[in-house]
């Protein structure tokens, strides 16, 4: 009994730590955003005084710049659910300042029976162990596909590190976390939300991929 305890009480500070994790990479997102706003101003009169001096090259060397700038913060996903689009895009623009190929098609109800901290630890620690698994990978052969959609009344989400570096091997039947005692209570309390909801989900490795799927009542 005591065993059971100490264990939650650590799936609970765990949670509580990547809950604190994940609301800074979006509020670290909306920042840069509004930082790109408050900015426009002065980027367009900037601009506006380099065309009337005819100096066209500075002009199109400084929209090449805020073109690069923009794309780090735009919101790449709009799936329909708020807080799904804060943790997707969160984590894509974290996975791209990782020269991370992102291949992205979601689709979220507005409404779900689990919550949205739920929904946020399931897609925050599946993307976490996508991204640090693609980091070990040469820039030009990291990605990662996403795929989330309602199938009739279910919600299907599938994460997949296409550029696993070999095939994983199970123990006791389940795949275990080479990252420490923290990645594994990650994978932990995405097997427990599951459960808790009564959905389904799977694993599977194969060289040169990874898969997560899972499928919850809506």
């Not at 735009?74 to 804060?86: F, P, R």
């Not at 199938?151 to 997949?160: A, D, G, Q, W």
Request: aromatic share 8%; hydrophobic share 40%; glycine share 6%.
């Amino acid at each position: 009994m005591f065993f059971g305890k100490n264990i939650n009480k650590r799936i609970d500070a765990y949670q509580s730590d990547l809950m604190n994790k994940h609301y800074e990479e979006v509020e670290n997102m909306y920042r840069q955003v509004r930082g790109w706003r408050h900015d426009y101003r002065n980027h367009i009169q900037t601009m506006m005084t380099l065309m009337k001096s005819g100096e066209y090259e500075k002009v199109m060397s400084y929209l090449e710049t805020l073109g690069e700038d923009l794309n780090t913060v735009d919101t790449v996903l709009k799936t329909g659910n708020i807080m799904a689009d804060a943790i997707l895009n969160s984590k894509i623009s974290l996975a791209k300042a990782n020269h991370i190929h992102i291949d992205a098609t979601a689709s979220i109800p507005v409404k779900l029976s689990m919550t949205d901290i739920d929904l946020c630890v399931i897609i925050g620690n599946l993307l976490d162990n996508a991204i640090e698994a693609s980091m070990t990978l040469p820039e030009e052969k990291r990605m990662i596909r996403i795929y989330i959609e309602m199938k009739k009344n279910k919600l299907y989400m599938s994460f997949t590190n296409l550029t696993a570096a070999k095939k994983m091997k199970k123990e006791n039947g389940v795949f275990r976390s080479t990252k420490g005692a923290s990645r594994g209570f990650g994978l932990l309390r995405v097997d427990h939300i599951v459960k808790k909801y009564g959905g389904y989900l799977r694993r599977a490795s194969e060289d040169g991929a990874f898969t997560t799927e899972i499928l919850l009542p809506q």
